[in-house]
């Protein structure tokens, strides 16, 4: 077996690099850490310079370093971001080798056996390397050895950015370097240090036989110096498991006779939706964006696109969605192939819509969603949605329908008129004070006399949100003598020190 | 270093009971009041609803909290002070869902409700142990308990289905003939209570007008629905229809209540009705003391009589003393007098039982009533009246007619056993810990606060950091802006605000350390009782005020870990030495003792151990007990607030004249004050000489007294403090007292205030000090071994209380397998003589358990490491740990090859044939050679596995490289002249910022040749700030200054030297390093160092 090669990539500041390219303004001189929660409180992850400089540090806990360094900032780390970003940068580097895997938390190992010739030589290769991610933003140390254990220890703990270690020279490369350096947990490296072991080279010096007799208990690598000694120096074999690239989904149908009557091409379509749903399906994935493509025999692509409010997976929806636009293709000579992809998915489970029927009566609502912006362009689409709120104006919001509100238990015996107005409109009242019902009110220009009211509903401002002038509400329910109804409020009440006499206004109409 | 409060003191009215004038009887009584002990759902407490009441003229004024009688207490003395009438009861919330407003109308009727708030506290429906504040009531168990009992009931939201189950409740509750009705405001509350109206008529009821009262003021709508959100876990901006659309549930005048019931009068005429058939009041609530401690028909006088005449001969075999038979005369007397002879009797009991254990629990009385010479001769207390003047009377008040106060301290690995007696003894229906009540603190209003409001985490913490320590009142403004928060937004002004409301909020019960309440009667009929966290503890709802305000005795039954050491260092004189100690057998008055504590050498000694104390030793030079009961009560905020600390050290060195104050001729005799402040040299230092000198100097009555004393425990009643200062400042001049006198007096009130320490607690303390110095000075060993093995207690880490006992010539020894216990032991080195032979409790890991099969299989000595794991058959791990902590040194192994040897033990199965096989299944091993572990090394493992180490002090490594940077060592400071600039370096043991000390900071530096204390002023404290906080070694320079034989360094410059510290045990990794070979030098330096930061040094104390 030729010797392979190994590259160590390890970005010791992936977190704070990748949090400072997402903020680009950030003062670098103000101490800055990302924590996140422990068992305990805050632990410090990741610290800028200025941090550093101030005494906090990673694994701290975040009382203690605001006890050292009063100034310091606090981010929350976003672990589940910087494993993302890492497997991103991980089919990045496959550029290189189409062998890369992801190292822990902060590293990538790379099989560049054989290749590195393609970039001018390892030493070109590493220097290749670390400029293309520094030019990413992020820090990286190299190190390229015969076995990953190897590259891995002269990554993290060799003295230079990029080492070079030829199979024969692993021994005498490892051999000064810490235990720690082995890929063990503190608790194996503290024994070792206790037992006088502390550079790999005085542990590769013990007799094979004492130390398996010490550590064969020891079945997981990262408590067995052994295991790890052995990976390190090649005599156990050890290989980089390459990431899986990306599933893309998408469904191409050719046809024998090119197609020019565009009223086929639904029938067609719904061939490829079908297929791909069920890809879709057994991935567990739903449609957030899907590419429908014809491919015209004189080179031509004509491409439609449709976004969808909520992941799908129903073939017919999907047909819906273009159906009305395939009319406007122009096939000319005639389509010979056509394709549907999946541009934007999103993990959907699956479930079953019932026994016996397939899919459930009616429409479902992101499904009505989806076909009005399709036909009347998703800006002029908006639905009321019921929010938590006294403020009778704000107990609804205009959205996409996809916003989330709080939690919505209206108490349901509140009657609230049919039309609430925009801008409560201003009307004179007599009444009774302080809060006596009104008797009569003058509101454009007509004089109404009440015949019956209840009341009054008192809605108070709410406080977190609004200034301490804002006055509270007083509703009633009004009836005239013409049996017509009204919500009015008066804004205020006397003397409560927020402005001169309260004023009324009309909200709205019960007919 | 005073200790915090543990809570925040009561909030009380702020004005006196004569500003109150009586309110002519209403025909509104408001009955429906939830206070805050309804957890997070009212937001006024008692104090802010009375004088709420007052103001809008109630002459009565109703409590119903949630399934609770917790806040009754507080509202009937608040009620007390505004001369409003109480009128207690509670709101009985039903699993079924319904609620009811309780008013019982006598005692009978109130033990009833009682008893059903803790049948749903302790058992839940299905009869299992019910969790920590929960509380299960059912319609069965109401309709039980409801005879008397007037129910109001609460109508649901939804009204058709009130209808329906209104005929059933009145069916099942006759008691029950009212129903609630408000006027909040709703839309449709005139419909609503027609309705009502009606429906209550049909049923043969009547509407009762409440506005479900849930704070004082509408001003407190925004911290009731902060709180409403803390309760169901949301923020304000999600909790939409949770919170209420108004402000209206504050409390209203009875004007404004009859203008909105105007259509409904006979709901007023309801609530009047009520409450004037509630008689009851918990005045009546009147202590019965458990009878079974009295034998027979005899009185519980005569029996107390009878055995403090045996007690006394028993404690004076060579006849009681003249002296002593006067004072027990003269306190008989006065205990037949105030008739709490039953009171003694049973606190004897609970002694008697723990000197009756085998072994003997050693116990100590101290507080009030302690100290008297009945309690000495009832073996309570171990303070011989024939040596000492005893204080009895001045601490009983006739006037107050208060229960006497006795606490007693047990041991505190053992004071379980006591309290499972008391529980056996008297029934868990008449014996009941108190209750501790939990108020939101500052840090923990400000988070809850935060969250709710929404901001983020960061602004959460940077707010709650504006608070130094956890026991801050108010949110510091200054440093709000420390912090980097505007303070002019208005959204931050509304949270720091709201945060100020929530502070001192109550947040729940907790059981109180150790206050019992015994009763000849049930329990549960005077007050609820709950269940505890802990299994098998249950407590009533009122905490130690509540009970001292009703005049409930209780006994507090205490831990303290200084008399398990005491008694562990009897037992060990006992068995090495021959001589059987008890504490009061214990010479006293002995000259070489008080030598000892002259120089401040009271490293572990019982209270006068820590730096403050230490620094105070030699100026006070104690001679005699009274000087140790002066010493324990002088370092304390008190006298050092009101400025009593130097006049008096300059009195005793004699410095200056004592003299006494005294009034003019006209008002009253010259030596008024002498009596008071004679045995503390002109200067009050306790609390009790305070209060004296108000009662006698400025003439205050009793019931004054009692008030002055009242707002002295009370951080918010500024107002009222100021008033009872210009009260007494005047009264005093008026009889002739000097205008400075007068003020400094006052000033040491408020000192005490928060951290008050009377005589005789002092007196107790001073006690136990002087047996502990007592055994330090004659059995340094005993001492030193007693004490490790009483840990965690006291001030220092067990590596100074070893060092301390090296100090004092005491061998230790470090822990062996073949010759250590789990305790510490002591081995004889000569007659008289003894060395410490640390045990394996001292090493991190190694259980009890696996330490006596250890000392088991011992019958012979281990041979070697394998023997150990055969014979005992302890896991491998064990073993390695032992081998790690060097315990196989009698083997002739050290550390690294008993370790090597213990990783090649196998974890055989515990079978006989393979226990017993002697034969080696993989034959005899290639011998290895190990590099040898430099002692630096091995040091740095000692701290590892136990915390200290006996092989060197870690300084002593680096003291030739400091030798060379001219750094001094600490024993060289006693040598420096005053001023002297001077450099010293050492580890961080202890730094403080007292309260008291105006920010500077303290920080106990230690090298291999001792302690040092360093003065950090402020401004130096700014700019090191990073250094002393996170430094484990510390480099200083600066200046020498000595005050009699106390030495400081005042520090000018800090750096960290915590780097050197890593330096021991990764130095020699850098040697074995070519350093030609600059391609592979694994140089640890560089920021992204991976290998773990072994922190060898244990964390020191730290403040913040």
């Known amino acids: ?257 090119p197609v020019q009557y565009v009223a086929i091409l639904e029938p067609l379509l719904a061939d490829l939706a079908e297929r791909l749903c069920d890809a879709l399906e057994a991935g567990q994935r739903g449609l957030r964006r899907v590419c429908f493509e014809a491919f015209r025999v004189d080179g031509y692509v004509a491409q439609l696109e449709v976004e969808t409010a909520a992941p799908v997976r129903t073939p017919n929806h999907i047909v819906r969605l273009f159906a009305e636009r395939l ?20 993990p959907m489970e ?63 015996r509140r009657e609230r008129p049919i039309r609430l107005f925009d801008r409560p409109e201003p009307v004179t009242v007599i009444y009774a004070t302080p809060d006596g019902p009104p008797r009569r009110f003058r509101w454009r220009y007509q004089l109404h006399d009440v015949a019956k009211a209840e009341g009054p509903e008192r809605i108070a401002p709410e406080w977190w949100r609004e200034k301490s002038t804002v006055r509270l509400r007083d509703y009633y329910k009004i009836e005239d003598r013409k049996g017509r109804r009204f919500w009015i409020y008066r804004n205020g009440v006397v003397d409560d020190r927020r402005g001169g006499p309260p004023q009324w206004f009309m909200h709205g109409l019960f007919f | 270093m005073p200790d915090p409060p543990l809570t925040p003191a009561k909030h009380t009215l702020k004005r006196l009971s004569e500003d109150f004038g009586t309110n002519p009887p209403t025909p509104f009584v408001e009955l429906g009041v939830t206070s805050c002990f309804s957890f997070l759902r009212g937001a006024s407490d008692a104090c802010d609803l009375v004088e709420a009441a007052f103001c809008q003229k109630h002459h009565a004024l109703g409590i119903a909290d949630r399934n609770t009688m917790a806040g009754v207490v507080r509202l009937y003395s608040e009620a007390k002070t505004a001369k409003l009438r109480p009128v207690i009861g509670c709101r009985v919330v039903l699993v079924e869902g319904h609620e009811f407003l309780a008013y019982p109308r006598d005692r009978a009727a109130y033990g009833r409700l009682c008893t059903l708030l803790s049948q749903g506290k302790m058992r839940t429906i299905d009869g299992q142990w019910q969790d920590k504040g929960e509380c299960h009531l059912t319609l069965d ?17 939804d009204i058709d289905a009130f209808t329906e189950t209104l005929p059933i409740l009145a069916a099942r509750l006759p008691t029950m003939q009212h129903v609630a009705v408000s006027y909040l405001y709703r839309g449709d509350d005139r419909a609503r209570i027609m309705r009502l109206d009606a429906l209550a008529k049909g049923q043969g009821l009547s509407i009762l007008a409440t506005n479900d009262v849930h704070y004082h003021t509408p001003e407190r709508r925004p911290l009731q629905d902060v709180m409403t959100c803390i309760r169901e876990k949301t923020t304000i901006a999600d909790a939409g229809y949770l919170l209420h659309a108004n402000a209206e549930r504050h409390l209203k005048s009875p004007e404004e209540m009859q203008r909105l019931f105007a259509d409904w009068p006979h709901a007023i005429a309801a609530t009047r009705e009520v409450a004037d058939r509630c008689t009851f009041s918990l005045k009546e609530l009147q202590y019965e003391y458990p009878e079974e401690t009295v034998p027979g028909d005899q009185t519980s006088q005569d029996y107390l009589e009878q055995v403090a005449w045996e007690g006394a001969a028993w404690r004076y075999p060579d006849g009681i003393p003249d002296k002593v038979r006067r004072i027990v005369e003269r306190e008989l007397v006065l205990i037949r007098r105030l008739d709490i002879a039953r009171y003694f009797l049973t606190i004897k009991d609970i002694v008697d039982y723990a000197r009756n254990c085998d072994p003997p629990i050693l116990c100590q009385g101290r507080g009030s009533a302690a100290n008297s010479a009945v309690c000495y001769c009832l073996g309570i207390t171990a303070v011989d009246p024939a040596q000492v003047d005893l204080l009895f009377e001045r601490f009983i008040s006739e006037e107050r007619r208060e229960p006497p106060d006795i606490d007693v301290d047990f041991e505190h690995e053992r004071r379980e056993e006591v309290i499972q007696h008391i529980y056996d003894k008297y029934g868990r229906h008449r014996a009941g810990l108190c209750a501790t009540v939990i108020h939101y603190r500052p840090r923990s209003a400000i988070r809850e606060v935060g969250k709710v409001m929404g901001l983020s985490e960061d602004v959460t913490s940077a707010l709650a950091r504006t608070i130094w320590g956890s026991w801050g009142s108010s949110v510091d403004e200054s440093k709000t802006e420390e912090a980097g928060l505007n303070r002019d937004d208005p959204y931050l002004k509304r949270v720091v605000t709201l945060t100020e409301q929530l502070i001192g909020m109550p947040r729940h019960l907790s059981q109180h350390v150790g206050g019992f309440i015994l009763t000849q009667g049930p329990l549960i009929e005077t ?75 009271s490293i572990g000694v019982f209270q006068i151990e820590s730096r403050a104390q230490m620094s105070m030793l030699p100026r006070l030079k104690p001679r005699t007990f009274y000087d140790l009961v002066i010493e324990v009560a002088i370092v304390r905020p008190g006298p050092i607030q009101g400025d009593m600390v130097h006049p008096y050290l300059r009195r005793r060195s004699g410095k200056e004249k004592v003299e006494f104050p005294s009034p003019h001729p006209d008002h009253g005799p010259p030596d008024e004050l002498k009596n ?78 928060d951290y008050g320490f009377p005589e005789s607690h002092a007196a107790s303390f001073a006690d136990l000090a002087y047996v502990s110095s007592w055994i330090k000075h004659f059995h340094p060993d005993v001492f030193c071994a007693a004490l490790l093995n009483s840990q965690p207690m006291g001030f220092y880490a067990p590596a100074q209380i070893v060092r301390d006992a090296r100090e004092h010539g005491v061998e230790v020894r470090g822990p062996d397998v073949n010759y250590s216990d789990w305790d510490n032991l002591l081995e004889p080195v000569a007659p008289g003589r003894s060395a410490v032979r640390l045990g394996f409790r001292q090493i991190g890991g190694i259980a009890k358990g696996d330490a006596e099969e250890i000392v088991r299989h011992r019958d012979r000595l281990y041979l070697d490491v394998e023997d150990v794991r055969t014979r005992t058959r302890l896991p491998v791990a064990t073993v390695e740990k032992l081998a790690a902590a060097d315990a196989f040194r009698s083997l002739k192994l050290d550390r690294r090859r008993a370790l090597w040897d213990a990783r090649a033990l196998k974890q055989a199965p515990d079978l006989p044939l393979f226990t017993f096989s002697e034969e080696r299944d993989e034959g005899e091993e290639t011998p290895v050679m190990l590099p040898a572990m430099p002692v630096c090394e091995h040091v740095v493992a000692d701290y590892q596995t136990m915390r200290l180490s006996l092989k060197a002090h870690p300084f002593e490594f680096l003291r030739d490289s400091y030798e060379e940077r001219a750094f001094a060592r600490a024993e060289q400071l006693r040598d420096c002249k005053f001023g002297v600039p001077v450099r010293l370096a050492g580890i961080v043991l202890i730094r403080q910022r007292p309260g008291t000390a105006k920010g500077v900071c303290f920080i106990t530096i230690e090298d291999e040749t001792g302690i040092a204390n360093l003065v950090v002023w402020p401004d130096v404290m700014a700019r090191y700030r990073k250094v002393i906080m996170s430094a484990r070694m510390i480099e200083v320079h600066g200046r020498v200054q000595k005050d009699d034989d106390v030495i400081h360094v005042v520090a000018d410059r800090l750096e960290d030297a915590s780097s050197q510290l890593l330096a021991l045990s990764d130095d020699p990794l850098q040697s074995q390093v070519d350093r030609a070979d600059h391609v592979v030098n694994p140089v640890l330096s560089g920021l992204h160092r991976h290998p773990r930061n072994v922190r060898v040094i244990p964390a020191s104390r730290d403040f913040h």
């Open chain 2, 676 to 753: 008071i402040l004679n045995r503390t040299m002109g200067v009050p230092i306790f609390q009790e000489q305070a209060m004296k000198i108000a009662i006698d100097a400025a003439r205050f009555t009793p019931e004054e007294a009692n008030e002055l004393r009242k707002a002295m425990a009370t951080f918010r009643s500024r107002g009222t403090i100021e008033r009872l200062e210009s009260k007494m400042v005047s009264r005093m001049i008026e009889r002739g007292y000097d205008l400075d006198f007068a003020h400094n007096c006052f000033n040491q009130i408020k000192g005490f205030g």
């Open chain 1, 327 to 346: 009319e406007k293709l122009d096939a000319g000579f005639g389509f010979d192939t056509f394709a549907l992809t999946a541009q934007w998915h999103e």
């Open chain 2, 141 to 157: 168990m109401l309709a039980e308990h409801s005879e008397d009992v007037q129910l109001i009931a609460l109508p649901d939201e």
């Open chain 1, 1 to 257: 077996m030729t010797a392979r090669r190994i590259v160590s990539i390890w970005f010791p500041d992936l977190a704070m690099e990748r949090w400072r390219r997402a903020h680009p303004d950030t003062d670098d001189a103000q101490p800055l850490a990302l924590a996140s929660e422990g068992p305990h409180g805050l632990v410090i992850d990741a610290v800028n310079e200025a941090a550093r400089d101030s005494g906090a540090k990673p694994g701290q806990r975040m009382t203690d370093a605001r006890a050292i360094c009063p100034t310091l900032v606090l981010e929350s780390a976003d672990r589940a971001g910087d494993a993302q970003s890492l497997a991103r940068l991980g089919h990045w580097a496959r550029r290189w080798s189409p062998w890369t895997a992801v190292d822990g938390a902060d590293g990538l190992l790379l099989d560049s056996t054989g290749g590195a010739h393609c970039f001018g030589g390892e030493a070109a290769m590493l220097e290749q390397i670390e400029t293309a991610f520094g030019m990413l933003g992020f820090t990286a140390q190299l190190a390229i050895a015969p076995t990953i254990g190897g590259a891995w220890a002269l990554g993290r703990f060799g003295a230079s950015d990029r080492i070079i270690v030829e199979p024969e020279g692993v021994s005498k490369a490892l051999a000064p370097l810490p235990v720690e350096s082995l890929r063990i947990d503190s608790d194996a490296a503290l024994l070792l240090r206790r037992l006088g072991l502390k550079t790999v080279g005085a542990l590769a010096d013990i007799p094979i036989t004492a130390l398996a007799r010490r550590f064969r208990k020891h079945r997981h690598e990262v408590a067995n110096p052994l295991t790890r000694l052995q990976q390190a120096y090649g005599t156990t074999r050890e290989v980089v498991a390459p990431l899986a690239p990306q599933t893309i989904y998408r469904v191409v149908q050719r046809v024998a006779e």
């Open chain 2, 527 to 601: 007050v609820p009782i709950g269940n505890g966290a802990m299994a098998d503890r249950s407590f009533i709802e009122w905490d130690k005020d509540d009970i001292d305000e009703l005049g409930i005795m209780k006994v507090d039954v205490l831990a303290l870990g200084m008399l398990t050491c005491i008694r562990k260092a009897f037992d060990l004189i006992d068995a090495h030495y021959g001589q059987r100690y008890t504490l009061a057998s214990v010479p006293r008055e002995v000259p070489e003792v008080y030598d000892m504590l002259c120089k401040a050498d």
């Open chain 1, 350 to 412: 699956a479930w079953q819509k019932g026994i016996g029927e397939d899919e459930e009566k009616g429409i479902l609502l992101p499904h009505l969603l989806d076909r009005l912006r399709v036909r009347l362009g998703a800006e002029n689409i908006s639905m009321p949605t019921p929010y938590a709120s006294h403020i009778p104006e704000r107990s609804l919001a205009w959205g996409d329908g996809q916003e989330r509100f709080p939690s919505i238990e209206a108490p349901s």
